[in-house]
T-cell receptor
Framework: AQTVTQSQPEMSVQEAETVTLSCTYD???????LFWYKQPPSRQMILVIR????KQQNATENRFSVNFQKAAKSFSLKISDSQLGDTAMYFC???????????WGAGTKLIIKP | DTAVSQTPKYLVTQMGNDKSIKCEQN?????MYWYKQDSKKFLKIMFS???????INETVPNRFSPKSPDKAHLNLHINSLELGDSAVYFC????????????FGPGTRLTVT
């Protein structure tokens, strides 16, 4: 069975700092997708970034980038120049190419301090 | 324009009641989902519908019944509500079954007293 582990329940950094959230997963599949979702206090679930496992290049979306290590089954999210609006729960999620179910991590609560 | 909308946003009700949560997407997607997020923030899929047909029915009590009148709507009806049903329920949609991106609604916080 596929599992997703986020080992950091909570993190806090100062505004403008860089922060990295960790995520590891377990699968025997070769083709899959990985995602980071953000859930701010408003509760809306927002897709931050996604990575296709067949792509070696790490995905980047503005201040958000990932470090995808397929062999190590690691998918960390780096937030550069953090902003107060980045304060949220961040969820790592996994989806197999052959299956449409999102498997979720437990989430990391990120607090950006002014 | 809200892509995936849910009503109501908040729902407080007593044990034993029957309630419904509505979901609508205007993205033209074929597949819709219901997730439950518990007090520890863990998300678990409950149902998935593809073109109005049930695809996933994870081990949820049969008190929960999804209804899809058309592919833009997936409503969740809950009978005989229990305290343990208190959670945030998210609706989501994706372009088609197996699409890698899912778009989420704002969530409905259900509190059973």
């Amino acid at each position: 069975a596929q599992t997703v582990t986020q080992s950091q329940p909570e993190m806090s950094v100062q505004e403008a700092e860089t922060v990295t959230l960790s995520c590891t997963y377990d699968t025997s599949e070769n083709n899959y997708y990985l995602f980071w979702y953000k859930q701010p206090p408003s509760r809306q679930m927002i897709l931050v970034i996604r990575q296709e496992a067949y792509k070696q290049q790490n995905a980047t979306e503005n201040r958000f980038s990932v470090n995808f290590q397929k062999a190590a089954k690691s998918f960390s999210l780096k937030i550069s120049d953090s902003q107060l609006g980045d304060t949220a729960m961040y969820f790592c999620a996994f989806m197999m190419d052959s299956n449409y179910q999102l498997i979720w991590g437990a989430g990391t609560k990120l607090i950006i301090k002014p | 324009d809200t892509a995936v909308s849910q009503t109501p946003k908040y729902l407080v009700t007593q044990m034993g009641n029957d309630k419904s949560i509505k979901c609508e997407q205007n993205l033209g997607h074929d597949t819709m989902y219901w997730y439950k997020q518990d007090s520890k923030k863990f998300l678990k899929i409950m149902f998935s519908y593809n073109n109005k047909e049930l695809i996933i029915n994870e081990t949820v009590p049969n008190r929960f019944s999804p209804k899809s009148p058309d592919k833009a709507h997936l409503n969740l009806h809950i009978n005989s509500l229990e305290l343990g049903d208190s959670a945030v329920y998210f609706c989501a949609s994706s372009r088609q079954l197996g699409s890698s991106e899912q778009y989420f609604g704002p969530g409905t916080r259900l509190t059973v007293t």
